[in-house]
Structures are given as structure tokens and as C-alpha cells.
């Protein structure tokens, strides 16, 4: 055996902290090895021509490298060791930067650390096995989940690159919050006229089905070839036969609040969402309507003059399978009522961001005219609080919500055009207008629009001769400030949409402590989830702009295309497998593993086995650690290997 170990510096990322010299002295002295070498940046160019050379020069037969996490590069390394006519399988990674370099100060400790992760590696590679990869189909339709503006982009980009879409909305309409904007920053667009083109887009393309008023029930399989099941819960309105006329809508007894003007306003249990709404349907809302609820009533079915409403509609669930998974479930703003300061909700003159834009838009429910929502009149001044529930880390909320700074402004402007009399008040922390135009457009707020900045928290709203009173401090000035307001409108910060951790649950990828998806690798990976084949975009992952949002989710779809334009995928060789002599067909392993990879084989004498799935199992080793009678083994992490680390840790000297 010629093994050849190269230590990367990682510019002084590894060399810093690690003495890579002895590091390579010392990989010298261990048995099998041939040559080992320090490399200024192995992932480089220049670098990987070292490790080229070597291993065709010295014949070498494996390799370690001992360089950052294989996170980073080891798919770089991988390609590299089998271009220079190895099995891209005997090769192992020691990661001197994220676990030691970066990790430790004393240089002393660090390098015998770094002595003993190589001294690992030199010894699991000496027990690997060239392993070869397996081809599997890929299913080239895609589903999205989330029909705000990143599923529609993401939907469109990829039906536009000929593959077909599945986009299902949970809830009646497409459109996302960004159907509920007047208009936005930073180019002041009227939200719906840019958005409506893109909904009526997609509900019209032919390789884009859409499922409103739908969800995702389960979630199996693997890149290239999940199963999903998708309720599709009943509108009680037969689709085929509605036109979408409303006159249903004109006569429902029932007042409910209105879900899309965030309960500005009522609606009648059986409605359409908003005006632009995609589809033109509408939808009965079962827990109100007074036929579902005890037989009466009906007067909707009795006006339909298609006969399309159906009270006896059921949820149906359906089965489908995809090659790819683009997951863009968005936001919701976080529940300020429980702070106190702001008066638990008691005072209906203060109101939330997204209230405001149904206040401030024509479509809304005062038709856009700007008023008070206790009494109709018009405000002369209306404060607003940015930062409520964000970056406080009291709240548990110490992240930005990314958006505030920039709507703030965008209401001054916006007020100022409804009612130019009015005085616009903006409590902040600190400006963040870091986007293309941004800082320019707060300017414009300020100098054109005469926005006023207090720098402070508000720490009390009360009500004083019918006017709202805030509290606060001005911390410029280094004083207390008064104001008398008639509106109060809360900048909420941004949380994960509702059920974003149980969908998480579902498809098996990770999310942070606030539910929001994470990436696979936030600057390399930033649109793919930690599950292959699913993917992230728009404010699911993290509070963002609609420019963002925008970017993020063509990008999902381009690697969607990259995906599902290929025929087949090679699949993993470092797969679970069964040693069927072993195996008491206790089938643990089947209960525990997170893909049903596992599957009942039964032997010529009857008995029943556990058989791995090859093409399912990702690796991920649960079903290995499970499995008692140890009849179940990793490639590339078999236990002859891990032992082999152990002892030479313990050999280490
Ligand atoms: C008050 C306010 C004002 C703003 N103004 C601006 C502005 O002027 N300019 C700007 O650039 N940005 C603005 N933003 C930010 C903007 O709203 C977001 O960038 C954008 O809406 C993100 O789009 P999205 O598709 O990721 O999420 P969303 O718009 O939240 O859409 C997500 C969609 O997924 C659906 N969904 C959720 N869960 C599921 C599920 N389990 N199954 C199926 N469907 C599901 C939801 O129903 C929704 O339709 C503002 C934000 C706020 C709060």
C-alpha cells in the first residue's frame, strides 16, 4: 500500500495555529505512508497539481488530505483523485481547519491534535475499499411548495426551461403576503401590477399545474425520485363548473373576519380572497357556514347560477411523484400582542405593518382611503415603531427582520401621497437600507418627504383624550420624548410561516430555532436544503426582500434544472448493507430508518431478513447504530474502519 498525505495550509487558516511541517513529519513516520507533503492551498489549482503529480509519480493508492471540512471540498477532492486514476473512494479528509485550527489558540496542543486527525485518517484509509457508485432514474417533474412570489418565480423559471411543475398553495389563492402590499420599495412599483402578470402566468402556463387550497400530507424517497402525498382540501365550490362570477359572495348571511385584509374588514363564509385572486374561485369556510354547521341556509347554492356550490366536497388526497422538491413556504410577522408596552391590542388605532398595506391599497378595505380604525377619521399623525420583536434578544428574537428600515421609509412616502398634511413619525434603532437604491430611497423619505426619525424604543402606548400617547426615549438627544399619535403602526418582525417545522419534519430537512430552512452550506450551497434533491427559497430561509426573494428562487430553479435535466443520477456508494447470516429480521432497523430504505427479504427457508434499498439509503447510519447483532454495516464508515481511528487516537502518542 503507497499512501500519500498532504497537509493544506489554508493560507494561514490551518498554518497559523497548526505546525503543518511537523504535521507532515510526523504523517511520514506512520505505516504505508510514502510521502507527505504541505500544499499553501490544496483546493487551488496550483495545489491540486502537487496532489495530481504525486499521486501518479509516487503511485500512490490512497490519500489523505489535511485541509478544511469536507463540507467544503471533498466532492474537489474527490473529483481529483479519480482524475488522476484512483477510486475517488480512497481518499479521506482530516479537518485541521474546523476542528483544530479554528478551535484552539496554543499552537502546541493544536498540531498534536492535528497530528493525531491525521495519524485517523492514515488509518481508516488503509481499511477502505474502492466502492463504485450505482445509477438510478430521475423523475423530471418538480413540486413547489409555497405560491408567494419564490414559488411563482421558481415555478415559472423552471417550466420555462421545459420541465413540468406542480405548485401547491396552501391557502386559496396564490400571490403570497405580497398580494397584500400597496406599493414597494425601493422602485415603488404597484405590488399588484407587478405581480398579478406572474399569476396569471403561471396558472395559464401548460407545464405548470397549480393546487391551491392544498398541502403536503407525506413526503418519501429520495433525489430524483419522491413520493409526496397532497391534500387537497374541499372549497366546497366544484371548480369545473365555476366561473367565477361572485355572485355567490353577494348574499352569505355569515361576517367573518377577512384573512387577507388581516380582519380589517369582514367577509361572508363563502368568499374570494381578494380581487386579483388566482384562481377566481371561491371557497366556503366550513367552520362558519351556517349550512355546513346545522343544514340551514344554502342561500349560496340557491344563487349559483352554475350549481357549483357542493357542501358534501370532501378533502381528496393524491399521490404524485417528483424528481425534485423546491420548498418556499415564506412568513408570517411575529405576534406582538403578548408585549405589553404596545397595549396587548386592546387599542384598535394600533395596527401592524401588514395591515397598513391593506390600509394604504385601493383594493383594500377602505379602498385606500387612509383612515382611523376606531373612528373613521383622518390621522394627522401616524408613528411608527420599527423593530417590534426583532433584534431583541430579551424576546428571543435577536435577528434583524430585514425588511423594516426599507418599509418604514416606503410609508412615509406612501402617507405623505394619501394625506399630505400628515406628519410621519419613525421610531428606529438604526437604518440597515443595504440593498441597490435602498440608502437613496430612505434619504428620499427623509429630505423630500419630511419623514421624522426619533432614534429610541417606545417603552409605553396609552390612550389619552382620544389620541394615542408614546413613550419613549430619543437616545440622540439623551432625552424623553411625547408623542400624540392617531396611528400606531407596529413594525412585527418575521417568523417562519405557521407548520414550517412539521413540513420541515416531513421532508426531512433542517431548520433553525425559529423554523426558518436551513441551507446546506450558507455561502456555497445557499439554496440547497440539507436533504439532496429539495431546495430553499424566499423568506423561508431567513427574512428577506422581494429582490432577494426573487434572485434566490431562479437560482432554486437552476439548480432544479440542473437536476432533473439528466436521465439518471449516479447514486452513493456508501450505502448501508446487510449481512443477511447476521440479520435476526428484528427489523429495528426498518422502524428507525428516516427514508424506508429497508425492506422484508424472505430466505429459501422461510426467514425473514432486513435488505437495504440501495437506491433509497442515503447513508445516513441510523439503522447501522440500531441494529443489535451489528448485522448491519456503512460503506466507507464500517466498523473495522472506525476502529481503526480509535486505536490509532489511543496509539497516538
Ligand atoms: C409589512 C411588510 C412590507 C413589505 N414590503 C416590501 C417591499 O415594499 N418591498 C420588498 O422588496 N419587500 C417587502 N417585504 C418583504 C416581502 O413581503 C417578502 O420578500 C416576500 O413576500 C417573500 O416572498 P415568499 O414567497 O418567500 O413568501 P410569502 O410571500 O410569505 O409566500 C409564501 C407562500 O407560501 C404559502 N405556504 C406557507 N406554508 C405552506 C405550506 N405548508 N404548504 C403550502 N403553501 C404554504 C403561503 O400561504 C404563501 O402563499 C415586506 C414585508 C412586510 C412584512
Same mark, same amino acid.
Given at each position: 500500500m503507497k499512501i500519500g498525505v498532504f497537509i493544506c495550509h489554508c493560507g494561514n487558516n490551518i498554518a497559523a495555529t497548526v505546525d503543518v511541517e511537523k504535521v507532515a513529519e510526523y504523517a511520514l513516520s506512520l505505516p504505508e505512508v510514502v510521502c507527505a507533503?504541505?500544499?499553501?492551498?490544496?483546493?487551488?489549482?496550483?495545489?491540486?497539481?502537487?496532489?495530481?503529480?504525486?499521486?501518479?509519480?509516487?503511485?500512490?493508492?490512497?490519500?489523505?488530505?489535511?485541509?478544511?471540512?469536507?463540507?467544503?471540498?471533498?466532492?474537489?477532492?474527490?473529483?481529483?483523485?479519480?482524475?488522476?486514476?484512483?477510486?475517488?473512494?480512497?481518499?479521506?479528509?482530516?479537518?485541521?481547519? @474546523?476542528?483544530?485550527?479554528?478551535?484552539?489558540?496554543?499552537?502546541?496542543?493544536?498540531?498534536?491534535?492535528?497530528?493525531?486527525?491525521?495519524?485517523?485518517?492514515?488509518?481508516?484509509?488503509?481499511?477502505?475499499?474502492?466502492?463504485?457508485?450505482?445509477?438510478?432514474?430521475?423523475?423530471?417533474?418538480?413540486?413547489v411548495i409555497g405560491g408567494g412570489i419564490a414559488g411563482i418565480q421558481a415555478a415559472l423559471d423552471i417550466a420555462e426551461a421545459g420541465y413540468e411543475v406542480v405548485l401547491v398553495e396552501r391557502s386559496p389563492s396564490i400571490g403570497g403576503n405580497m398580494a397584500r402590499m400597496d406599493?414597494?420599495?425601493?422602485?415603488?412599483?404597484?405590488?399588484?401590477?407587478?405581480?398579478?402578470?406572474?399569476?396569471?402566468?403561471? !396558472?395559464?402556463?401548460?407545464?405548470?399545474?397549480?393546487?391551491?387550497?392544498?398541502?403536503?400530507?407525506?413526503?418519501?424517497?429520495?433525489?430524483?425520485?419522491?413520493?409526496?402525498?397532497?391534500?387537497?382540501?374541499?372549497?366546497?365550490?366544484?371548480?369545473?363548473?365555476?366561473?367565477?362570477?361572485?355572485?355567490?359572495?353577494?348574499?352569505?348571511?355569515?361576517?367573518?373576519?377577512?384573512?387577507?385584509?388581516?380582519?380589517l374588514d369582514k367577509c361572508g363564509a363563502v368568499y374570494i380572497p381578494f380581487p386579483q385572486a388566482v384562481p377566481h374561485i371561491p371557497v366556503i369556510d366550513k367552520e362558519h357556514c351556517r349550512y355546513v354547521l346545522n343544514g340551514k341556509c344554502g342561500l349560496c347554492q340557491k344563487i349559483c347560477p352554475t350549481g357549483a356550490i357542493d357542501y358534501e366536497q370532501e378533502d381528496e388526497l393524491? @399521490?404524485?411523484?417528483?424528481?425534485?422538491?423546491?420548498?418556499?413556504?415564506?412568513?408570517?410577522?411575529?405576534?406582538?400582542?403578548?408585549?405589553?408596552?404596545?397595549?396587548?391590542?386592546?387599542?384598535?388605532?394600533?395596527?401592524?405593518?401588514?395591515?397598513?398595506?391593506?390600509?394604504?391599497?385601493?383594493?383594500?378595505?377602505?379602498?385606500?382611503?387612509?383612515?382611523?380604525?376606531?373612528?373613521?377619521?383622518?390621522p394627522e399623525v401616524v408613528a411608527i415603531i420599527a423593530c417590534v420583536g426583532s433584534r431583541d434578544e430579551l424576546l428571543g428574537r435577536p435577528y434583524c427582520s430585514s425588511v423594516c428600515c426599507m418599509y418604514s421609509a416606503k410609508y412615509a412616502i406612501l402617507t405623505h401621497e394619501h394625506l399630505p398634511d400628515t406628519k410621519v413619525y419613525i421610531f428606529y434603532m438604526d437604518i440597515r437600507a443595504t440593498g441597490k437604491m435602498y440608502e437613496e430611497f430612505v434619504r428620499r423619505a427623509q429630505e423630500k418627504y419630511d419623514a421624522r426619525y426619533v432614534r429610541g424604543r417606545v417603552s409605553k402606548i396609552y390612550k389619552k383624550g382620544g389620541r394615542l400617547i408614546l413613550q419613549g426615549v430619543d437616545t440622540i438627544l439623551g432625552q424623553s420624548v411625547e408623542l400624540e399619535a392617531d396611528l400606531v403602526v407596529l !413594525?412585527?418582525?418575521?417568523?417562519?410561516?405557521?407548520? !414550517?417545522?412539521?413540513?420541515?419534519?416531513?421532508?426531512?430537512?433542517?431548520?433553525?430555532?425559529?423554523?426558518?430552512?436551513?441551507?446546506?452550506?450558507?455561502?456555497?450551497?445557499?439554496?440547497?436544503s440539507s436533504t439532496p434533491g429539495i431546495f430553499i427559497a424566499g423568506a423561508c430561509q431567513a427574512p428577506k426582500d422581494i429582490p432577494l426573494?426573487?434572485?434566490?428562487?431562479?437560482?432554486?430553479?437552476?439548480?432544479?434544472?440542473?437536476?432533473?435535466?439528466?436521465?439518471?443520477?449516479?447514486?452513493?456508494?456508501?450505502?448501508?448493507?446487510?449481512?443477511?447470516?447476521?440479520?435476526?429480521?428484528?427489523?429495528?432497523?426498518?422502524e428507525v430508518c428516516p427514508l424506508s430504505a429497508i425492506q422484508e427479504e424472505t430466505l429459501r427457508d422461510g426467514t425473514k431478513v432486513a435488505k437495504v434499498n440501495a437506491a433509497v439509503c442515503q447513508g445516513c447510519g441510523v439503522c447501522n447504530a440500531t441494529c443489535l447483532p451489528g448485522a448491519i454495516s456503512l460503506k466507507g464508515f464500517t466498523d473495522d474502519e472506525l476502529l481503526a481511528e480509535v486505536k490509532s487516537l489511543c496509539d497516538v502518542k
Open positions: 507533503v504541505t500544499i499553501e492551498h490544496a483546493c487551488s489549482e496550483p495545489g491540486q497539481n502537487i496532489i495530481r503529480q504525486a499521486i501518479e509519480q509516487k503511485g500512490l493508492d490512497r490519500v489523505v488530505i489535511g485541509a478544511c471540512s469536507p463540507r467544503i471540498h471533498e466532492t474537489t477532492f474527490r473529483k481529483l483523485v479519480a482524475a488522476s486514476g484512483l477510486n475517488q473512494y480512497l481518499l479521506e479528509i482530516a479537518n485541521l481547519r @474546523e476542528q483544530c485550527s479554528w478551535v484552539h489558540e496554543d499552537i502546541i496542543s493544536a498540531t498534536i491534535k492535528a497530528k493525531e486527525l491525521i495519524g485517523m485518517a492514515v488509518a481508516k484509509v488503509t481499511r477502505q475499499q474502492a466502492l463504485t457508485s450505482g445509477k438510478v432514474g430521475v423523475n423530471q417533474r418538480t413540486l406599493k414597494v420599495f425601493p422602485t415603488f412599483d404597484c405590488s399588484a401590477c407587478i405581480l398579478s402578470p406572474k399569476m396569471v402566468e403561471a !396558472a395559464g402556463h401548460p407545464l405548470i399545474t397549480l393546487q391551491t387550497y392544498s398541502e403536503i400530507e407525506s413526503v418519501s424517497g429520495f433525489i430524483g425520485n419522491f413520493t409526496v402525498n397532497i391534500r387537497q382540501k374541499a372549497r366546497l365550490i366544484d371548480t369545473k363548473k365555476c366561473t367565477g362570477c361572485g355572485a355567490c359572495t353577494l348574499k352569505c348571511p355569515v361576517k367573518i373576519p377577512s384573512e387577507f385584509n388581516l380582519g393524491h @399521490e404524485e411523484e417528483f424528481g425534485a422538491i423546491v420548498v418556499a413556504t415564506g412568513y408570517k410577522q411575529v405576534d406582538w400582542k403578548p408585549y405589553t408596552e404596545y397595549g396587548h391590542g386592546k387599542y384598535p388605532d394600533v395596527i401592524t405593518s401588514l395591515q397598513y398595506e391593506r390600509l394604504l391599497s385601493a383594493s383594500g378595505p377602505t379602498g385606500g382611503r387612509l383612515k382611523c380604525i376606531s373612528d373613521g377619521r383622518e !413594525a412585527a418582525g418575521i417568523t417562519s410561516s405557521s407548520g !414550517a417545522i412539521k413540513l420541515a419534519k416531513k421532508l426531512n430537512i433542517t431548520h433553525d430555532q425559529y423554523g426558518f430552512f436551513t441551507e446546506s452550506h450558507p455561502k456555497l450551497r445557499p439554496v440547497e426573494t426573487v434572485a434566490q428562487a431562479s437560482s432554486a430553479a437552476s439548480k432544479v434544472v440542473a437536476l432533473i435535466g439528466h436521465e439518471e443520477l449516479e447514486t452513493s456508494p456508501m450505502v448501508a448493507e446487510v449481512n443477511m447470516r447476521r440479520c435476526v429480521g428484528c427489523f429495528r432497523c426498518q
